[in-house]
């Protein structure tokens, strides 16, 4: 840790999860100086648990894969689409192309969080205090210079040349600014509980998989957190959640997917039933004088897809990057806002679409029906199959491709693996047609995938 008695620095993160953590290491691994406040403790509970492949590469490359593995997180290989009849369909992650990892671990977020706050605070340069809440913006004219927190029983300021806003929902510089809007398209809401006791030999799917289970009325999550621990969730429109006891809701849906229910005979709860709202909203504002905007502060949306990491963790490092030119005098403020914004977006943007996606059992184009729900022989579900991309991505590719198999494992694969800023991308190249469900005023979309170079 860097002196705590310091009290200007080049750049101060408010919050400690994946995006703050992110960018601290990065900018003070090019040589800059961060101050990190964190209102908790690490660690805490964190709702979130399943990572996508390009998340595990960006952990990768911030030097904490390693850590993580060590950590005795479970592997996962594959996702299963499953639903009421019992019917299933595996996706493998590694079916994506030559050189690309096929990977990816789930997590218990209070200690994957930890092991990242943990990193940024052994990084020269960072200093993290934690349990330390913000309570003023500070401003030198139009620009915000620095804050007012408590730490210890006591009142401090800090300044510093560009403040981040990494609170997630809390969006001190968010709301502060009055910058966020409330999307109000999906309105759904989740309940979960985590159980203990697992045993993987009663599992009727690939151990390690995580489990998407569908219906008419919502989904069900099964992610192995720990090898005998598993994160169990509903996640249902939140008119129905209103309407009955959560409890109810959670037991009813679940009894709704057989091969859940199977990979779960035995176990006991060791997390009781909690909830989480859909809170949606987002930013068209990311950065300006002073700051930056990273993470679930500048967006939110469902969790279908476990997005969240990947899109928090490359904000965070570019939002550092764009921080470290200008800090050297290599680009403007105004120019580098522009540039983080629409790179922001483009994911953000994408991600939303793919869930948008999801949701929509109506969307039609040209007399083809895109299709995103998981399976095609179960046709009383609300949308009849992911399979039913197949004709779409026949027609924009110019012409069949091999197998079905390649279909499902290449363009659809590489989405549900991160792929969100890809241009060439043709399941999104789909999505990205339907003005509808835009998200974000016009932007100039950064095609550039910030994890894999070139792609």
């Known amino acids: 840790m860097a002196d705590a008695n310091n009290k200007d620095y080049d750049a101060i ?40 492949t390009y998340t595990a590469d960006v952990l990768d490359q911030l030097g904490v894969l390693d850590r993580m593995s060590a950590a005795g997180f479970v592997v996962k290989r594959g996702i299963e689409l499953t639903g009421t009849e019992g019917t299933f ?23 994957f969080d930890k092991i990242l706050l ?10 993290v205090l934690q349990k330390a809440r913000v309570t ?18 006591a009142e401090h300021v800090a300044t510093a040349r560009f403040v981040i806003d990494a609170s997630g929902r809390a969006g001190v510089i968010a709301r502060g600014l009055n910058l966020r809007k409330a999307d109000d398209h999906l309105k759904m809401a989740a309940v979960f509980k985590h159980l203990g006791g697992l045993d993987e030999g009663k599992n009727p799917a690939t151990e390690g998989d995580i489990q998407l ?22 996640v249902a429109p939140a008119e129905i959640l ?30 009781e039933l909690a909830g989480e709202n859909n809170f949606e909203y987002h930013c068209d504002t990311l950065a300006g004088p002073g700051y930056f905007i990273i993470g679930d502060a500048g967006s939110f949306t469902d ?51 793919l869930i948008r996606a999801v949701y929509d059992n109506r969307y039609a184009s040209g007399g083809r029906e895109l299709r995103v729900t998981p399976y095609a022989d179960d046709r009383r579900l609300a949308g009849a199959g992911w399979w039913g991309i197949q004709e779409k991505l026949r027609a924009t590719s110019g ?54 170079a070139g792609d």
């Open 13 to 52: 993160v408010v919050g400690g999860g994946p995006a703050g953590s992110s960018y601290a290491m990065t900018l003070a691994r090019l040589g800059h100086s961060v101050l990190l406040l964190e209102r908790e403790q690490f660690p805490r509970f964190h709702i979130g648990e399943s990572l996508l």
């Open 242 to 271: 209103r309407a009955s006891r959560p409890e109810e809701v959670w037991d009813e849906h679940l009894a709704r997917i057989p091969r859940i229910r199977e990979r779960i005979e035995g176990t006991t709860v060791v997390r």
């Open 399 to 452: 012409g069949p491709f091999d197998t079905e198999e390649a279909i499902e494992h290449f363009w659809l694969v590489r989405a549900l693996n991160g792929d969100f800023w890809s241009g060439k991308n043709r399941f999104f190249q789909r999505l990205r047609e339907e003005k509808s469900w835009h998200l974000f005023d016009d932007f100039k979309p950064v095609y550039e995938c910030p994890v894999h």
């Open 303 to 353: 969790p279908v897809f476990s997005g969240g990491v990947l899109l928090a963790l490359t904000t965070g490092r570019r939002a550092a990057e764009e921080t470290a030119i200008c800090l050297a005098g290599e680009s403007g403020e105004a120019e580098a806002a522009e540039r983080y914004q629409n790179f922001f977006k483009t994911g953000y943007e994408t991600y939303y679409r």
């Open 89 to 111: 369909r595996r996706l493998q992650l590694g079916k994506v192309g030559e050189g690309l990892r096929g990977w990816t671990l789930h997590v218990e977020r209070s200690e």
């Open 118 to 127: 943990d990193t940024a605070a052994e990084t020269p340069g960072v200093t």
């Open 213 to 234: 289970g569908l219906h008419a009325d919502g989904w069900v999550w099964a992610i192995p957190i720990r090898p005998d621990t598993i994160s169990i969730g509903c």
């Open 136 to 153: 003023r913006l500070l401003n030198s004219g139009e620009r915000i210079s620095g804050v007012r927190y408590g730490h210890d029983g």
